[in-house]
């Protein structure tokens, strides 16, 4: 099976601040890379995703995330967060040859104006 | 977003009743899943269905069943509701795409707020 690990549990950042949130998934084959967001009493919103080519994704409201293959590594950045950005952000991971999806616990985000 | 339509969207039960939760797509996606989000946990997936009458457990599928006769329709049950089962669950759809089996990402439903008391 495979496993997600998400090393930050809450972050406090002041407004202006760079994000980067960590995300290490277990599995030696080809997999597709996903970073969701949870907005407060909302429901999982995709932030980007990864199935191929260039390890450096871009995804909505300046979000980017880096593929490092070789660490088995997806971590999320954002080079200035808004208060807006306050939420839960869960990495999660899908075999290219399976069905599953595996979720992190998530990394809860406070953005101080 | 996605058609997907969770019922009900809150419900308060007693502990031993049946409870059935519903999932209702509209985008013709082969694959859908129950997950339940608890804090410190996460995501954790229940069960899953990867075609109509196609079902298979997920890792907390103790206490829960699940059905699906048409390709739109998802049903979780817990069979006799316990506290331990109150949560926030949240229903998923996929598809593959291509000969290589590639999924699109998962997409989300509003989830349903479930309390056992």
């Known amino acids: 099976a495979q496993s997600v690990s998400q090393h930050n549990h809450h972050v406090i950042l002041s407004e202006a601040a760079s994000l980067e949130l960590g995300c290490n998934y277990s599995y030696g084959g080809t997999v597709n890379l996903f970073w969701y967001v949870q907005y407060p009493g909302q429901h999982l919103q995709l932030l980007l995703k990864y199935f191929s080519g260039d390890p450096l994704v871009k995804g909505i409201k300046g979000f980017e995330a880096e593929f490092i293959k070789s660490k088995f590594s997806f971590n999320l950045r954002k080079p200035s967060v808004q208060w807006s950005d306050t939420a839960e952000y869960f990495c999660?991971?899908?075999?290219?040859?399976?069905?599953?999806?595996?979720f992190g616990t998530g990394t809860s985000l406070t953005v101080i104006p | 977003d996605a058609g997907i339509t969770q019922s009900p969207r809150h419900k308060v039960t007693e502990t031993g009743t049946p409870v059935t939760l519903r999932c209702h797509q509209t985008e013709n996606h082969r694959y859908m899943y129950w997950y339940r989000q608890d804090p410190g946990h996460g995501l954790r997936l229940i069960h899953y269905?990867?075609?109509?009458?196609?079902?298979d457990k997920g890792e907390v599928s103790d206490g829960y069943s699940v059905s699906r006769s048409k390709t739109e329709d998802f049903l979780l049950t817990l069979e006799s509701a316990t506290s331990s089962q109150t949560s926030v669950y949240f229903c998923?759809?996929?598809?593959?795409?291509?000969?290589?089996?590639?999924?699109?990402?998962?997409?989300f439903g509003q989830g349903t707020r479930l309390t056992v008391v």
């Open positions: 999660a991971v899908n075999a290219n040859t399976g069905n599953q999806f595996y």
């Open positions: 269905s990867y075609g109509v009458k196609d079902t």
């Open positions: 998923a759809i996929s598809e593959s795409r291509g000969g290589l089996k590639r999924f699109t990402e998962a997409f």
